[in-house]
């Protein structure tokens, strides 16, 4: 059944509409439950009003670069595809404040439900992660929706060319030459790249914040003065919470969120090239015959086009359905609960795939089984990252054991353990990547991509209900209350530790598939006519352009270094004035420690903030200019060699730096249980020390390696046409 263009726009939005409304009952039963005593309030008082003021700042130095940019996309194209840019970068901080908010209301309700028992707590706990979830998946597609429907003449098959046009300047430095581009994919484009450039911010600023909170508060706090964690003595425990929200809620949501939009906009970019180029022999029978797409025309065009965004609605819609699993649940194995909600929202994903491609698509089955293939690589990667990461399995237990010898021998063992790690995911990445490729060449790559992010929502909802009851547990902690709240909180905090820890797996997963996806629409987005729509060849032994692809496959792998020392040493930086201000304030007042005085958690708040708003613009700038320097001096085709050299660099080194530092934590939360003499043993003083260590690479450096490969991609993919085919020094 082909449905009238129109309509392929309408049934998605009334699905976003469909999961807005949704998230607002789960807003509204979490704003119902009771906060708790004056103490509760006034330290969640404290963190909400961290949390909103970092926010209110990082969009104050956001809007700086976004406006520049906007400006100079304007000026090189035109209106509409830099209020597609705008729109992208509005949905991906509706999105995140959404979820900043939920979260900083629902820690001292989750904490207050607590002390009336574990089912309750992790009802308020969930509730408010699925709200950040639905958000994510809701926006992130209405948005898309929204800037397709507004330009949907663009999108039209009667419409459809590859134009070209001279800019002012710009073709001037060019030597003259023409810039060519299809409009709907620049506009698709601008609104993933807007998308982008938030999750980054988000993920570099948030990750900067919550860390070096997280290892002030634990080397002065634990190791240095035996107190315990989140204890109200601390003056960094406030800025640790916070950071909780800034980082792994907003910038977990940022960055699902555009992944989600890069999955999509690279197979409608793709299909917009396929249908320019559709009579080139190589097209017909390399893509669209494996498509089932004999005869590709006006009639059925849309519904290859509208396919991705059907397929996403779809998995909104089994993820809502397995939130309410989740809800109604009444057995006490949280972690079951969760892990069984998140399988059947992908199995409900898969069943609303098949009848979506068979019965609304012109396509066969090859994006069906391309989707499934990514459903069970996203499965199975984020239980390898459980394996490795969680104390419930013998690598993080024996890791836990070798913390009795030292410090040393627990970050060499954590080290070690993410190394180890990377072969599973990478394997499973690999074999997908091939089965993908053999059922439907580039789209079966990008469908894959797809299929492992279409059920977005139940994946930040799971994530998101970690640094919740991980907030709960401190609050609890300030405010003494009971053991038995504190148990209840710190089981609900390593179920979501584990949660957690499937989530970067999913992420950087998910990364990897949609930045291949982005990179295969890259390499068509700049050429000149419908003739040149052939599968792309890059040629790396080529004599006129080899050296050079090869050269951009070197400078690729080694942009993530680069870009992760530059978090590393922000978040050194800014942990090592926090832990001079923390030590400052505890010599300077003694009553501090007796409980006697209240430190000032303002100044170690605002010393985070600043330092970590300072930083995170300086990666963002290598993010954006590194592809667009490339492309300039070496090349279209080196560009090409730089991406896939930066995906498979940062690929890995995400995985070693989130597994690496999931183990170490969960090591010292293992031994916080009383394994290898318990809170303030060696062992424990080993694992805090290991874990200060991890901090930074699994809650900084791993995710913003996720944003980066995808905004590199994105950016090359909308600028493509300003780039010569070969050096600029080749005549």
């Known amino acids: 059944m082909i449905l009238n263009n129109i309509w392929y726009l309408i049934i998605p939005t009334i699905v976003c509409f469909l999961g807005l409304a949704v998230a607002k009952i789960l807003a509204s039963f979490v704003m119902r439950q009771d906060k708790g005593n004056d103490k509760m309030t006034e330290v969640h008082g404290y963190i909400r009003s961290g949390a909103m003021m970092f926010m209110v700042e990082e969009v104050r130095v956001m809007l700086v670069a976004l406006v520049a940019i906007g400006a100079i996309v304007w000026f090189i194209w035109d209106w509409q595809i830099a209020v597609s840019f705008a729109v992208g970068t509005f949905c991906s901080g509706l999105a995140g404040f959404i979820g900043m908010n939920m979260a900083t209301n629902a820690n001292v309700r989750t904490a207050q439900g607590a002390t009336k028992g574990f089912s309750k707590a992790l009802k308020v706990a969930f509730s408010g992660g699925a709200v950040m979830g639905i958000s994510v998946g809701s926006i992130a597609l209405l948005g898309l929706c929204f800037v397709m429907w507004m330009f949907r003449a663009q999108f039209l098959a009667d419409n459809l060319s590859i134009e070209s046009i001279k800019v002012p300047l710009v073709s001037d430095m060019l030597g003259g030459r023409e810039i060519n581009f299809i409009k709907g994919a620049l506009i698709v484009s601008a609104y993933s790249m807007g998308a982008s450039l938030v999750a980054l911010f988000d993920r570099v600023g948030g990750g900067i914040y919550t860390k070096a909170a997280d290892m002030a508060a634990d080397m002065v706090g634990k190791v240095e003065e035996n107190i315990p964690e989140d204890d109200a003595r601390n003056p960094a425990t406030i800025a640790d919470n916070v950071g909780d929200n800034v980082g792994d809620v907003g910038g977990l949501g940022a960055d699902l969120l555009e992944s989600f939009v890069g999955a999509v906009i690279s197979v409608i970019v793709i299909m917009l090239y396929v249908y320019v180029g559709r009579s080139n022999p190589d097209i017909i029978s390399g893509l669209l015959n494996k498509l089932g797409l004999n005869n590709l025309n006006a009639a059925n065009f849309a519904g290859a086009l509208y396919l991705p965004i059907l397929l996403v609605a779809g998995g909104i819609i089994s993820s809502l359905i397995g939130i309410l699993f989740v809800s109604l649940s009444k057995s006490e194995n949280a972690h079951a609960v969760l892990m069984n909600g998140t399988r059947l929202s992908a199995l409900l994903t898969a069943a609303i795939s098949y009848f979506v491609v068979t019965k609304l698509s012109p396509l066969n089955l090859v994006p069906f089984w391309s989707v499934v293939i990514g459903l069970g690589s996203g499965i199975l990667i984020g239980f390898t990252s459980e394996y490795f990461t969680s104390c419930e399995f013998k690598p993080v237990k024996k890791l836990a054991e070798s913390c009795q010898e030292g410090a040393g021998v627990a970050v060499a063992g954590g080290l070690g353990l993410g190394m180890k790690s990377s072969f599973w995911p990478v394997l499973i990445i690999s074999i997908a990547t091939i089965l993908s490729y053999q059922l439907g060449g580039l789209v079966g790559i990008t469908y894959t991509a797809l299929g492992m992010l279409s059920f977005v929502v139940m994946t930040v909802?799971?994530?998101?209900?970690?640094?919740?009851?991980?907030?709960?547990?401190?609050?609890?902690?300030?405010?003494?209350?009971?053991?038995?709240?504190?148990?209840?909180?710190?089981?609900?905090?390593?179920?979501?530790?584990?949660?957690?820890?499937?989530?970067?797996?999913?992420?950087?997963?998910?990364?990897?598939?949609?930045?291949?996806?982005?990179?295969?629409?890259?390499?068509?987005?700049?050429?000149?006519?419908?003739?040149?729509?052939?599968?792309?060849?890059?040629?790396?032994?080529?004599?006129?352009?080899?050296?050079?692809?090869?050269?951009?496959?070197?400078?690729?792998?080694?942009?993530?270094?680069?870009?992760?020392?530059?978090?590393?040493?922000?978040?050194?930086?800014?942990?090592?004035?926090?832990?001079?201000?923390?030590?400052?304030?505890?010599?300077?007042?003694?009553?501090?420690?007796?409980?006697?005085?209240?430190?000032?958690?303002?100044?170690?708040?605002?010393?985070?903030?600043?330092?970590?708003?300072?930083?995170?613009?300086?990666?963002?700038?290598?993010?954006v200019l590194t592809p667009l320097v490339i492309g300039m001096v070496l090349g279209r085709v080196a560009l090409a060699g730089f991406l896939i050299g930066a995906l498979l660099s940062a690929l890995l080194l995400a995985l070693l730096c989130a597994n690496t530092g999931g183990a170490l934590d969960n090591a010292k939360k293992y031994i916080e249980t009383g394994k290898f003499g318990g809170k303030g043993s060696k062992a424990h003083a080993a694992a805090v020390a290991g874990d200060t260590f991890g901090d930074p690479l699994k809650d900084t450096v791993g995710p913003s390696l996720d944003i980066l490969i995808k905004l590199m991609s994105v950016v090359s993919l909308l600028f493509a046409s300003l780039f010569p085919i070969a050096p600029i020094f080749m005549k």
């Open 461 to 623: 909802s799971v994530d998101t209900f970690g640094p919740i009851a991980d907030n709960a547990g401190g609050i609890s902690q300030m405010v003494n209350l009971s053991p038995e709240v504190r148990e209840v909180t710190d089981e609900l905090d390593s179920i979501g530790n584990t949660t957690a820890a499937i989530g970067k797996g999913f992420a950087i997963g998910s990364a990897a598939f949609a930045a291949l996806g982005l990179i295969a629409a890259y390499l068509w987005s700049a050429i000149g006519s419908a003739q040149e729509v052939t599968l792309p060849n890059i040629q790396l032994l080529s004599p006129e352009v080899g050296a050079y692809v090869i050269a951009g496959l070197f400078l690729g792998t080694m942009v993530p270094y680069a870009f992760s020392s530059l978090l590393i040493e922000s978040v050194s930086e800014t942990a090592d004035k926090m832990i001079i201000e923390i030590r400052r304030q505890f010599k300077a007042n003694p009553g501090i420690l007796k409980g006697e005085v209240v430190p000032d958690y303002n100044k170690c708040i605002a010393i985070s903030s600043s330092h970590s708003l300072k930083k995170m613009v300086f990666p963002a700038l290598i993010a």
